[in-house]
């Protein structure tokens, strides 16, 4: 069974460039969420996806958006780099719906740097 | 506003010397209670999920507990290798997302 993969493990961009996060789910898991997670800090809930629809959002911005596509992988894409982006983004699965409490399986995450 | 407390953030224990984690819990709807560990460098590993009040769940040296209000995670004769930070999330009714606490630094010295 192959776990959440999580590409690029480290990026560096500069403030106001565009990045794009990418994230293979879990096999035979159909949701998936992106967390943000800063230095000493718990995860913060970005958004989530299922069948290829956001169903979910915390409390980010609008240039943080996000894909799933139809084989259950998925992009986080952030335009507009500040420097508060910095900070280690993870990519989670589980199966199930919405409201599914089967646990969430976390990527080893990408870790940005915004300069 | 749901929200998730833990505590202490940091803990520093002897081989073998057992103690408690704490998570203090406010949510609308308790779906479940999650714990997770995570080493540095890595993301979130997932250890138990409590569903509702009494319930008790164990794995090797860890045991974790829930009340209306806290869940404590127990470590009975820690090892070094339990050295790790844990974390606590709730999820409340008819979402997805995880509500993650701060996290409880373990160190265990041998």
């Known amino acids: 069974e192959t776990g959440v993969t999580q590409s690029p493990t480290h990026l560096i961009k500069t403030r106001g460039q565009q990045v794009t996060l990418r994230c293979s789910s879990q096999s035979g898991h159909n949701t998936v969420s992106w967390y943000q997670q800063a230095l000493g800090q718990g995860p913060q809930f970005i958004f989530q996806?299922?069948?290829?629809?956001?169903?979910g959002r915390g409390n980010f911005p609008p240039r943080f958006s996000g894909l799933q596509f139809p084989n259950y992988s998925s992009e986080l894409n952030v335009n507009a780099l500040e420097l508060d982006d910095s900070a280690l983004y993870l990519c989670?699965?589980?199966?199930?719906?919405?409201?599914?409490?089967?646990?969430?399986?976390f990527g080893n995450g990408t870790r940005l740097t915004v300069t | 506003e749901d929200q998730v407390t833990q505590s202490p953030e940091a803990l520093r224990l002897q081989e073998g010397e057992s103690s408690s984690l704490n998570c203090s819990y406010t949510?609308?709807?308790?779906?479940?209670l999650f714990w997770y560990r995570q080493d540095p460098g890595k993301g979130p590993e997932f250890l138990f999920t409590l569903y509702s009040a009494g319930e008790e769940k164990e794995k090797e040296r860890l045991k974790a507990t829930l009340t209306k209000k806290e869940s404590f995670l127990h470590i009975t004769a820690p090892k070094p290798e339990d050295s790790a930070t844990y974390l606590c999330?709730?999820?409340?009714?008819?979402?997805?997302?995880?509500?993650f606490g701060q996290g409880t630094t373990l160190q265990v010295k041998p």
């Open positions: 996806y299922y069948r290829e629809e956001e169903n």
């Open positions: 989670a699965s589980r199966n199930g719906g919405v409201g599914s409490t089967s646990p969430l399986h």
């Open positions: 949510v609308s709807g308790l779906r479940g």
């Open positions: 999330a709730v999820q409340a009714s008819n979402t997805g997302k995880l509500i």
